[in-house]
């Protein structure tokens, strides 16, 4: 039977759905609600991709249409994810999925496909991005048995944050002390914040998969995360700590807590997520005994020649970056969602 690729549509999203979840490289990011969440807090227009062999579907390409003044016009798999690309059932689906969305994007006149690929199986050519790795960790279900998988000068941190009579609060509505904190983070490297409405979508759309946790001193949040839980991983996406306390390691005892709870409930794996090589956050992640997988993310270039590097690692943003770093909260909290978008 040939391959045959078509455009997602209204009535797909249940099989969609059941094809991510049971495939080994499915991810929250590849699920439906990540398009809605896409569609309605950043516009962007969403051009999934399904494809079929006998009528059974055998893989999807989670892809989104983003056009703005800096990047021009491309497809991206997919916008603000770590992971995205196509899942496929065979090399031969793989490839169709692929030169359909190439297909696709020539007619579109787009510069670019990136596909922010999680595993080497989903690359249909040789990866030519290599900035960012991620990080995860077998989980222990006791706290003896999570200490010993813990290098020597980590469990000697943990054990001091662990002093101070730190709580950890679960929100699955409430995004003020998240979103005010992860703001005022993102400031601080010198990057645009995201506007409320993107967490109250994920928070919306995906149910009983996420929550926000809060780790307080007393009534003061002092580090804040969002988590997903999807099959046997709590990966936790969103992340930020008040660096006026970093004398009490808030952060590494959220870190602590995110992992024994996890392992506590069932869950076998952690994901700390996707950092940029040679960046403090990778550092802090390789000290968690984590296992780093290099991403083979891949952008087939349609009309340029070099692929382009919009993270702030490029150069050519440093006046941009230290120049945002410099402006007052409230003016960044103004224009931060309002540009974040030109960037996904």
Not at 59 to 83: E, T, W
Not at 315 to 326: E, G, P, Q, T, Y
Request: net charge positive; with cysteine; glycine share 6%.
């Amino acid at each position: 039977m040939p391959i045959q690729v078509r455009a997602f549509g209204s009535e797909d999203g249940p099989q969609w759905d059941a094809f991510v979840h049971r495939h080994p490289h499915g991810t929250p990011f590849h699920l439906a609600a990540w398009k809605l969440c896409m569609e309605d807090t950043f516009g962007y227009r969403s051009m999934y991709l399904i494809a079929t062999e006998g009528g059974e579907l055998q893989g999807v390409l989670p892809l989104f249409l983003v056009q703005n003044l800096v990047i021009k016009k491309a497809l991206i798999s997919s916008p603000f994810a770590v992971y995205g690309g196509a899942l496929a059932e065979s090399r031969e689906v793989l490839h169709a999925l692929i030169d359909h969305a190439q297909t696709l994007g020539e007619e579109l006149g787009v510069e670019y496909i990136e596909l922010r690929n999680g595993y080497p199986e989903q690359a249909a050519a040789e990866p030519n991005v290599d900035r960012y790795a991620t990080f995860t960790k077998v989980l222990s279900d006791t706290e003896e048995g999570l200490f010993e998988t813990i290098p020597k000068k980590t469990r000697n941190m943990v054990r001091k944050a662990l002093k101070t009579p730190f709580t950890t609060r679960i929100e699955t509505e409430n995004i003020e002390n998240f979103e005010r904190l992860h703001s005022t983070t993102m400031r601080r490297l010198g990057t645009p914040c995201f506007p409320k409405e993107h967490f109250r979508k994920i928070l919306q759309t995906f149910r009983g998969m996420v929550d926000i946790r809060e780790v307080r001193l007393k009534e003061r949040v002092m580090a804040v995360s969002m988590n997903f839980y999807f099959r046997q991983t709590m990966h936790t996406y969103y992340a930020a700590a008040d660096p006026e306390f970093n004398a009490l390691a808030p952060n590494t005892y959220m870190y602590f807590d995110h992992l024994l709870w996890a392992g506590q409930n069932g869950y076998k794996t952690f994901e700390f997520g996707r950092s940029k090589k040679g960046t403090g956050a990778f550092e802090f992640k390789t000290h968690w005994g984590t296992e780093m997988r290099a991403l083979p993310y891949h952008m087939i270039l349609l009309r340029g020649q070099d692929v382009p590097n919009y993270s702030p690692t490029n150069s050519k943003f440093s006046l941009a970056i230290n120049v945002w770093k410099r402006l007052p909260m409230p003016v960044t909290r103004m224009l931060g969602p309002r540009l974040i978008g030109m960037f996904p």
